[in-house]
Each structure stands twice: as C-alpha cells, then as structure tokens.
C-alpha cells in the first residue's frame, strides 16, 4: 500500500515514528480500549473486538504490558485519572 515492502517499509517507519510498525498498531488498539473502558457502554468481549484484539484476554495481557493496568482497573478509575 505504501509502495515498500515490508522488508524496506519497517526501518523506515521505524526511523520517521520512533517506535516499530507492531508496536504502534498496539499502542493505538490499546488506547482505543482504554477509551472504549472509560465510557462503561460496552461488554470487554464487545471493547476487545472493536479495538482489533482477538479475545477480551489478548486485551487485558497488551493493556497489562503497555499501560500497567488491568481493564477492570481502567474501568474502575475516573477518566480525570488518565489525563
């Protein structure tokens, strides 16, 4: 899509945004659930899909590692807590 191959595509987007393809692609799915939490509207089976993880588990074990919160902490604190 971008006219590279991956091979190419990687160290370049790398270099531009600071942080590998994989590893940005997380951090946005995970903010997106993060969000998704903080609203209480949805089940986390429903937040995890949305957010493009394949199960609720997924989710919670990317959120552990990229934040240091579970979602039920997440959706416990008052969004004033995250910004």
Known sequence: MAGFSVSHFNPLFKQAVGVPVH???L????????????EGKQS???IALEAGFTHPSHMARCMRR?????PSQIAARPSSAFQ
């Open 23 to 25: 590893r940005f692609v």
């Open 66 to 70: 990229v934040l240091g919160l579970s």
């Open 27 to 38: 951090e946005r799915r995970v903010e997106r659930a993060r969000l998704r939490l903080m």
């Open 44 to 46: 986390r089976t429903d």
